[in-house]
């Protein structure tokens, strides 16, 4: 193939990595931000629910707390809401990230407890550990939670700016 007929590609190659690079770029800004935002707002209107008493988590919480010493049930659904509601207005700012993170970890060792402790409830009959039930899904798309939290943890000490070379693009093999 003549050289002429390539450069047609090549431009369209070039106009397509300009157009990504911008796209990328935008996401690399505000990617951070949405996410603590959309995780603060989930917490809070969640956690809000619970000491409301609107909450369809309302029986699978109880369940799993009845068992626990110092409050009633009921108590630790108020205390499981507000600690949500704390988890989410630490992710609205970047300064309590630390906070928010450190709270979220804690709330999920709870969160994760009835897969064990109710697991006839959270799997379907005599397919656990491999068959959720709706309330089994509910819980373990927590996991998503987790990671996202793992990314915002990522940025306390500072974000890297876009466009900053990656060690691992100059082939800096300790880097990889």
């Known amino acids: 193939m003549d050289r002429d007929a390539r450069h ?50 309302e029986p699978l919480v109880l369940a799993t707390v009845s068992w626990m010493p110092l409050f009633s049930p009921n108590a630790w659904l108020a205390v499981i809401g507000w600690w949500e509601v704390a988890i989410g207005v630490t992710f609205l700012f970047r300064s309590t990230l630390r906070i928010a993170v450190a709270l979220l970890f804690l709330q999920m060792v709870g969160a994760f407890m009835p897969l064990v402790i109710l697991a006839d409830v959270t799997f379907q009959p005599g397919r656990a550990p491999y068959a959720p039930t709706m309330e089994g899904q509910y819980i373990i798309k927590n996991l998503v939670i987790i990671a996202a939290a793992l990314v915002l943890g990522g940025t306390v000490r500072g974000r890297a700016r876009p466009g900053a070379e990656d060690p691992r693009a100059a082939g800096d093999e300790k880097a990889r």
């Not at 431009?11 to 935002?37: E, I, N, P, S, Y």
């Not at 707002?41 to 369809?56: A, D, M, T």
Request: charged share 30%; proline share 6%.
């Open 8 to 57: 047609p590609r090549e431009d369209l190659r070039r106009r397509f990595d300009r157009v990504d690079r911008q796209v990328a770029g935008r996401m690399a800004r505000w990617g951070t931000v949405g996410l603590r935002v959309a995780l603060g707002i989930v917490f809070i209107w969640f956690g809000l629910l619970k000491p409301l008493g609107l909450s369809p988590a």
